[in-house]
């Protein structure tokens, strides 16, 4: 299984990003073809204390590297991609990786 993971830091105000997540980005990445299930977590402590680095973490599980590969081409991930970089630009950090 081949995933995407966007973890997300703190933002300056919760409740507009909650807000513009759910409402707004969540339904535009449901939209991506080949995406076989959406996890959002939201970060609750760091484990050794202090602030965790990560507000929201959210995985995009696409079932083989060939599905992932035409998901990130499609103009629905673009459209997500796009506004990913409206809403979260500075907050988030993007990692590909697969069951190991």
């Known amino acids: 299984m081949k995933k995407l993971f966007a973890m997300y830091?703190?933002?300056a105000d919760e409740a507009a990003f909650l807000r513009h997540y759910n409402?707004?980005?969540t339904p535009l990445v449901e939209k991506i073809p080949g995406l076989a299930r959406l996890v959002v977590n939201r970060v609750q402590a760091a484990p050794?204390?202090?602030e965790p680095p990560y507000f929201l973490i959210a995985e995009m599980h696409f079932a083989d590297n060939a599905s992932f590969t035409q998901a990130m081409r499609s103009p629905e991930n673009r459209a997500a991609g796009?506004?990913?970089?409206d809403f979260a630009q500075g907050l988030v950090t993007l990692l590909v990786v697969e069951d190991g």
């Open 82 to 85: 796009d506004d990913l970089a």
């Open 23 to 25: 409402e707004v980005h």
């Open 48 to 50: 050794l204390g202090g």
């Open 9 to 11: 830091a703190q933002p």
